[in-house]
């Protein structure tokens, strides 16, 4: 595979060594970002090291037998306390199930197999009732982790360019996500409403959303003071120095200043993606409506939404005490 136009170049494909596997990256790329592409390759490539295989001879068994690989503890791995594993998280497992079983749908698709091998699930029948599927691999819903307003400013404090400084006020003042921070282009500030257009958020949506004016006089002494005058990008963020001087920045790059910013302020923890959920949270401890937070952080579902009514820290404890009023109030009516 010489290269899938204007997505992948040919390195990123190496290692699939098979030509139906190839295809199928080539029908993913046609209709997927490149972060999806790119995630689809990796977990190919991790599937077929383990099952080493023609594609068209893989079996169920074969793919309970990569979930058990996957769960067998790493060298050097320490235990989670979040699940108490050392193998792959499941939410990892269950990602790369997910790639494996699109290209045995595909394959399926255009007849090159006669069933999907990857399970739906593990069948079960209750005593009484209809029967049940056991997700193969169970994965936790566990609470992101967010910042104190404390900890937001010894972060902020710990930046060293305005640059920085504007790229995290957007996910922790805007909730945007660290894609949709690189991708902001000039032409999508917007100053004067106090917003930004977000031109390719997740599954390609496009929104406009509020963002602090804190955001953007950051912005500002960025463009005037740092940002390279040679710098020909459409992108608002470039690297300030070094062979990738005035191209936009990576997000190895932004992940690595956040990093950076993390050990210098002597936070326990602090990424792009707690920055958007601490954002998102704090608006919601405000008492702003469920729904506007949908539209602030670009959800498909309001179901995705409801985390943070668990993350507020007032959300559950006024629904609690006023509930307890009434069962109280009921309490001392029928005594008296």
């Not at 390759?41 to 080493?52: A, E, G, H, M, T």
């Amino acid at each position: 595979m010489s290269h899938i136009p204007g997505v992948l170049p040919a390195a990123d494909v190496v290692g699939l060594g098979h030509p139906l596997l190839e295809r199928y990256v080539v029908f993913v790329a046609s209709r997927a970002r490149a972060n999806t592409v790119l995630a689809t390759v990796s977990d190919l490539r991790v599937f077929f090291s383990v099952v080493d295989k023609d594609p068209r001879l893989v079996t169920a068994s074969d793919v309970l037998d990569f979930i058990a690989a996957q769960r067998l503890p790493r060298a050097g791995a320490v235990v989670r306390l979040a699940d108490g594993e050392a193998g792959l998280s499941a939410q990892t497992i269950k990602r790369r199930l997910s790639s494996v079983s699109g290209l045995f749908s595909w394959l399926l698709i255009v007849g090159e197999v006669a069933v999907n091998p990857v399970p739906r699930g593990l069948s079960t029948r209750r005593a009484r009732g209809p029967r049940q599927v056991v997700p193969l691999v169970r994965a936790p819903r566990l609470l992101p982790r967010v910042l104190e307003p404390g900890e937001v400013d010894a972060l902020v404090g710990a930046l060293r360019h305005w640059r920085d400084r504007a790229m995290v006020e957007a996910m922790v003042l805007g909730g945007l996500r660290r894609c949709e921070v690189l991708g902001l282009r000039t032409g999508d500030l917007r100053p004067a409403e106090g917003r930004v257009f977000i031109a390719d958020g997740k599954g390609g949506h496009q929104r406009l959303v509020p963002v602090s004016k804190r955001f953007f006089r950051s912005v500002g002494h960025y463009t005037a003071t740092e940002r390279p005058a040679d710098a020909v990008t459409e992108f608002v963020f470039v690297a300030l120095k070094g062979p990738r001087r005035g191209q936009p920045l990576t997000a190895d790059g932004l992940d690595e200043i956040v990093r950076a910013a993390r050990v210098r302020a002597g936070l326990s923890h602090a990424t792009c993606h707690e920055l958007r959920h601490t954002c998102l949270t704090r608006l919601r401890e405000a008492g702003m409506a469920l729904e506007a937070i949908q539209a602030q952080a670009g959800h498909r579902s309001i179901e995705s939404t409801r985390l943070y009514l668990h993350l507020s820290n007032d959300w559950l404890a006024g629904e609690y005490l006023r509930a307890a009023d009434v069962i109280d109030a009921a309490s001392y009516a029928v005594s008296q």
